[in-house]
């Protein structure tokens, strides 16, 4: 079965500094994977999407994430934070066990301080 | 990307009353999928939508209390029926893009009093 563990609920950078969101994911075939952004009261966005091209998966806004197969991971990195990139972050994983059926990590929650 | 759209943007509501969501997309998607947020947590898919068909829904989701319209390819309906205050949340509609990824609309933010 498809899941996604966020290693973290929270983190806490200030701006200029580099962000990462730790992403681990278990799947039994070759996943889709996903980062979506959801900013306070609106609705989600996709960042960015890995589906077996690319092992570094450039998207939106100057967000990139590496999928790592030996590690199981899609941690999503940043080089420098900006105050409008606190939000809601949300690791995804695609199940197409007949119907395309996303599977959404707890989320982690970036804060970003002056 | 398909832009999206729902109708009511919040509402607050009785509990045992019905809730309609309306969903519109401004292309032609063959699935449409209904998703719930609840107060500070992840995303949960309710059910898939396809055109012409039954909804399938998720294992703890039923169709009595959320039945699902597919009446057209770019249209749909989302009932929570007789309301709890366990019901409160965020409610969202998605379709597929031209891969795995889906869009999703704004979401309709439920309370239920």
């Known amino acids: 079965a498809q899941s996604v563990t966020q290693l973290d609920s929270h983190v806490s950078v200030s701006e200029g500094t580099p962000v990462l969101l730790r992403c681990n994911y278990s799947?039994?075939?070759?996943?889709?994977l996903f980062w979506y952004v959801q900013h306070p009261n609106k609705g989600l966005q996709l960042l960015l999407k890995?589906?077996?091209?690319?092992?570094l998966v450039k998207g939106i806004n100057g967000f990139e994430a590496e999928f790592k197969k030996s590690e199981t991971s899609f941690h999503l990195t940043k080089p420098s934070a900006h105050m409008s990139d606190a939000a809601e972050y949300f690791c995804?994983?695609?199940?197409?066990?007949?119907?395309?059926?996303?599977?959404f990590g707890a989320g982690t929650r970036l804060a970003v301080h002056p | 990307s398909a832009v999206i759209s729902q109708k009511p943007s919040r509402d607050i509501c009785q509990r045992g009353t019905s809730l309609t969501i309306q969903c519109q997309v401004d292309?032609?998607?063959?699935?449409m999928f209904w998703y719930r947020q609840q107060p500070g947590q992840s995303l949960t898919l309710i059910a898939t939508?396809?055109?012409?068909?039954?909804?399938?829904?998720e294992s703890g989701f039923v169709i009595d209390k959320f039945p699902i319209s597919r009446p057209n390819l770019t249209f749909s309906t989302l009932t929570v029926s007789n309301m709890s205050p366990e019901d409160s949340s965020i409610y969202l509609c998605?379709?597929?893009?031209?891969?795995?990824?889906?869009?999703f609309g704004p979401g309709t933010r439920l309370t239920v009093t």
């Open positions: 890995y589906t077996s091209a690319a092992t």
């Open positions: 799947s039994s075939y070759s996943p889709s």
């Open positions: 939508a396809n055109q012409g068909s039954e909804a399938t829904y």
């Open positions: 995804v994983v695609s199940y197409s066990g007949g119907y395309n059926k996303l599977i």
């Open positions: 998605s379709v597929q893009g031209q891969g795995d990824e889906q869009y």
């Open positions: 292309s032609q998607v063959t699935m």
